[in-house]
């Protein structure tokens, strides 16, 4: 069975903090992965998306990080701001849109 | 360039009641995709429609469904709304099949009380 499997659950951290969020896998066959980033009562924003040649993948702050050996991938989010409080959602794609499977997420919040 | 649009908002329904939930995607976008989102829970797959027609639907009983338009808008009906359909019902669109990033629309919010 897919399974996408995120921790941690919950993250609390002090703005200007680093931070990693984890991400394991047992999709089969693997297309590519993805991280959202989700606002409280808004949709998903994609961040991120890296196919299996891929190892790394930055956008600003935030860095993306697959091993495909180990069908593992970390969220690495540097310099925190309160902004980035939010929910971080991995996705992985066995090809095609409709064949996705999402993780439900670690909620990071950023405090003063 | 708009993004992907839904209404309403919010919906309050009671028990035994049909709602209806409206999506437009990014236009150019033939794929509209609809979600569950329970709270504490992640995001499960709906519905899957592209050029009219349903491609794929997952794991939810008849009681969902819905159509897409000629102009690639999406409707989502629930009948016979109970207690736990309560959930975030959020709708992503993307270029056509494939394997490409969908983009998704804020949400309506639909309460069964």
């Known amino acids: 069975k897919n399974q996408v499997e995120q921790s941690p659950q919950s993250l609390i951290i002090l703005e200007g903090k680093n931070c990693t969020l984890q991400?394991?896998?047992?999709?089969?066959?693997?297309?590519?992965l993805r991280w959202y980033k989700q606002d409280t009562g808004r949709g998903p924003v994609s961040l991120t998306i890296?196919?299996?040649?891929?190892n790394t993948k930055s956008n600003g702050r935030y860095t993306a990080t697959l091993d495909a050996d180990t069908k593992q991938s970390s969220l690495h989010i540097t310099a925190s701001q309160l902004s980035d409080s939010a929910s971080y959602i991995c996705?992985?794609?066995?090809?095609?849109?409709?064949?996705?499977?999402f993780g439900t997420g670690t909620q990071l919040k950023v405090e003063l | 360039e708009a993004g992907v649009t839904q209404s309403p908002t919010h919906l309050i329904k009671t028990r035994g009641q049909q709602a209806t939930l409206r999506c437009s995607p990014i236009?150019?976008?033939?794929?509209v995709y609809w979600y569950q989102q329970a709270l504490g829970l992640g995001l499960q797959f709906l519905l899957w429609?592209?050029?009219?027609?349903?491609?794929n639907r997952g794991n939810f009983p008849p009681r969902f469904s819905g159509r897409q338009f000629p102009n690639y808008s999406s409707e989502l009906n629930v009948n016979a709304l109970e207690l736990e359909d309560s959930a975030l019902y959020l709708c992503?669109?993307?270029?056509?099949?494939?394997?490409?990033?969908?983009?998704f629309g804020p949400g309506t919010r639909l309460t069964v009380l």
């Open positions: 992503a669109s993307s270029l056509g099949v494939g394997g490409d990033t969908q983009y």
């Open positions: 991400c394991n896998y047992t999709v089969s066959p693997f297309s590519n």
């Open positions: 890296m196919t299996f040649s891929e």
């Open positions: 996705v992985v794609s066995t090809g095609g849109g409709n064949k996705l499977t």
């Open positions: 236009s150019g976008h033939t794929s």
């Open positions: 429609y592209d050029e009219g027609e349903e491609r």
